[in-house]
């Protein structure tokens, strides 16, 4: 046995999304129905809650897409997804469009229930998921 120690993966922290405007992107996830944990302007970072867990989503404003000429990016660009679980993704579906955020396709069903997916307008995409086909999965079994 090694006299090093391991170290071992405990749980998330945050899931850091880079944005080109924290403002907009505030105004763009609360409208989405997250709510805002904390706000530093001066750091250009912005804590959004997810459900009860302390981690969250930390929006950074990233000057490179503020001033570099990317701007908005389309929603096609390659992005690693973050799926957050959802009561009922088909309900969360349609208070995304009453709320004015488009949606990236229909509701679509997957191995454990409904998913549908968005996108902000620096590309980044999240998707709300519901474990209505295997709710022994889900957090409300």
């Known amino acids: 046995m090694s006299d090093e120690q391991s170290y071992e993966l405990l749980g998330f922290d ?3 999304l880079p944005v ?9 996830y609360e409208r989405a ?10 750091a250009g970072i912005a804590l959004l809650k997810v459900g009860g867990e302390t981690p ?21 660009w390659p992005s690693p997804r ?3 679980e959802v009561p009922d993704a088909r309900v969360a579906a349609r ?6 955020i488009a949606l ?14 968005i996108s902000d307008p620096w590309g980044n995409i999240l998707g709300f998921t519901d474990y ?10």
């Open 14 to 16: 945050n899931v850091l």
């Open 20 to 28: 080109g405007d924290l403002g907009e992107a505030v105004g763009f």
């Open 33 to 42: 129905g997250f709510a805002v944990a904390f706000r530093l302007d001066e």
């Open 56 to 76: 969250g989503i930390l929006l950074r404003q990233e000057e490179l897409l503020r001033e570099g000429g990317f701007g908005h990016r389309p929603s096609a």
């Open 82 to 84: 973050v799926w957050l």
């Open 95 to 100: 208070e995304l469009r009453t709320a004015g």
């Open 104 to 117: 990236l396709d229909e509701p679509f069903s997957a191995a454990t229930g409904w998913t549908v997916e």
């Open 132 to 141: 209505s086909k295997r709710p022994e999965l889900g957090r409300r079994p």
